[in-house]
């Protein structure tokens, strides 16, 4: 899996996370935002289970989840 920035529709900058089949190169949009800021991305090494962390840039937000499974 992999993440890049790109242009988007209509010149909006945004970032897009892709899988690609090593075996038949076969590539796959798993998630596609619009928007800046600094981002991470980390996948479990079975491979399923993708991490993707973003820090917006101007705003913030605090979200808390209990009982998560």
Do not use: C
């Amino acid at each position: 899996m992999y993440a890049t920035y790109e242009k988007g529709r209509g010149g909006v900058d945004g970032y897009v996370i892709r899988s690609r089949d090593l075996e038949t190169g076969r590539v796959t949009e798993l998630f596609r935002k619009s928007g800046g800021g600094q981002w991470a991305l980390a996948v479990s090494p079975d491979g399923a289970w993708v991490l993707f962390g973003q820090a917006s840039v101007g705003q913030s937000e605090l979200i808390l989840v209990e009982n998560f499974r």
